[in-house]
């Protein structure tokens, strides 16, 4: 993994993202060079000419493969799934460049040559995806790591590394008893014989990976990770490695000493300042191109179940001061008759018809951009949650107060990596993805967020 403004980024990913950014301007060259064949100035003018164009159309293209997660290496990467998200993501790009050449029609490229230049970019980059996701050589990314322990850590982490597509970037090739406890299998022991040191040199691993909790007395030994770490062998915390590869941080590995002399936390003047520009641009921007939408819900809603339009609840926000969330009503008008909240469930009964259908595209939220533009809430930020909840997993939950260091958002971390929550069970789940987006927030994982915002909101996922 490779570290980007405190957000780790897979290095299969990005030498996917490279090679095709790459290609897609070649591609857009080519297209180019077909529609301008009289051009009478050098090949040099003309690739000068085009380049706005082609860089646009990259980053156009990029963006919508990134939306509907061909840039998510924790997902089934065969043929088939390459192909359907590739399809809807060039379909996307089409419509995208489309609109932008109508807009401007200085870079206009030709429809006709537009559809010729898609086409290349399909046959080219699932050529590249299957060269690339078959090469032999694909090994060498990955880093090889010892364990150390084998008790029920170790044995979590046996079974993620059996799910390839989870932990793509790692190669554990054993694991290093530390107490009796062991619950990895025999095969995957590897008896203390020697020093970690030459443990690790015996199996050129890049990293050591603690898993065991018991880190006292006379027994841990430091002085050998110590000089593994001298040697350059990477040496990892259990949680520092599921924030690094999973980009969540494990509630069972947390403790005290860690978050407070670990990094991230930022929330300086220069951050926050940023932060609220980046609020204030994405919620006007958004509030502009959906207002067409916004207005015909309104109208849905009220053909459907009359007034009101709006509902307005009260949800905890930064420091735990409670406000009044604003959203599109998509529940009958007695969802509560009885006064007491209810986690909303799948297939609700409460839910109308409209209500359905503005759930599933996250229309519904669309109206908490005057909670951003207020202040209350961010565009990026942990889900709110109503004081009852709040109360009750505050009471079950370790930690949840942190999430409360910043404002809500619109949209966040949990909600793009974890399915809608409806128990304490998933709201510990999802906490745990709040607490890496509260640890690591950034300007660079905002942009990432609002990216998979966009394929969770064309794919439907995680709506209830």
């Given amino acids: 993994m490779i570290r980007i403004s405190n957000h780790h980024v897979s290095r299969l990913s990005l030498l996917l993202a490279s090679i095709e950014a790459v290609l897609l301007l070649l591609v857009f060259f080519a297209g180019a ?29 990029l963006t919508c493969m990134a ?14 799934s390459i192909l359907l998200k590739l399809l809807p993501s060039l379909a996307m790009g089409f419509a995208i460049m489309t609109l932008i050449f109508y807009l401007f029609p200085d870079i206009y490229l030709g ?103 018991e880190r006292r007395g006379g027994t841990f030994p430091i002085q050998e990770l110590l000089e593994c770490k001298i040697r350059g062998i990477k040496v990892t915390d259990i949680a520092d490695f599921f924030e690094r590869e999973c ?14 002399f670990g990094g ?66 998509s529940m009958f008008t007695d969802a509560e008759k009885e006064g007491k909240p209810q986690w909303a469930a799948a297939d609700d009964p409460r839910v109308t018809r409209v209500g359905k259908l503005i759930r599933k595209l996250r229309i519904d939220e669309l109206p908490q951009i005057i909670n951003v533009l207020k202040g209350e809430m961010s565009f990026v930020g942990p889900r709110p949650e109503r004081p009852h909840f709040v109360d009750l997993l505050t009471a079950q939950v370790p930690y949840y107060n942190i999430r409360h260091s910043i404002k809500p958002g619109i949209t966040g971390w949990a909600q793009v990596r974890y399915p809608y929550g409806a128990s304490v069970e998933d709201a510990i789940e999802k906490l745990q ?9 950034s300007l660079f994982l905002d942009l990432i967020i609002l990216i998979d915002t966009v394929g969770v909101v064309l794919l439907g996922k995680g709506s209830r």
Avoid: C
């Fill in 67 to 80: 939306a509907l997660g061909m840039y998510q290496m924790d997902v089934k990467q065969d043929f088939e």
């Fill in 33 to 61: 060079g077909i529609r301008f064949m009289q051009w009478e100035g050098s090949v040099s003018e003309l690739l000068l000419d085009q380049l706005p164009g082609a860089i646009l159309f990259m980053v156009v293209v």
């Fill in 264 to 329: 991230g936390f930022d929330q300086g003047i220069f951050r926050t300042a940023i932060k609220r520009m980046f609020d204030l641009v994405a919620s006007l921007l958004l509030l502009v191109v959906t207002f067409p939408v916004m207005l015909l819900t309104m109208l849905l809603i009220l053909i459907e179940d009359g007034r009101p339009v709006f509902y307005r609840q009260e949800r905890v926000g930064k420091s735990g001061k409670t406000y009044m969330v604003a959203k599109f009503r």
């Fill in 111 to 213: 429809r006709g040559l537009l559809v010729i230049v898609m086409l290349l970019a399909l046959l080219l980059i699932l050529l590249i995806r299957m060269l690339i996701l078959r090469w032999p050589g694909l090994d060498h990314l990955r880093f090889k790591a010892l364990v150390l322990g084998a008790g029920a850590a170790a044995k979590e982490l046996f079974d993620l590394s059996g799910e390839s597509a989870v932990l793509q970037n790692i190669n554990i090739v054993g694991f290093i008893p530390f107490t009796d406890d062991r619950r990895v299998p025999a095969t995957m022991i590897v008896p203390k014989t020697g020093t970690l040191l030459s443990l690790a040199d015996q199996y050129a691993v890049h990293e050591i990976i603690v898993v065991t909790k």
């Fill in 433 to 441: 993805y709040d607490l890496y987006y509260v640890k690591n927030h």
């Fill in 247 to 260: 980009g969540y941080l494990r509630m069972d590995s947390l403790y005290p000493s860690w978050l407070v």
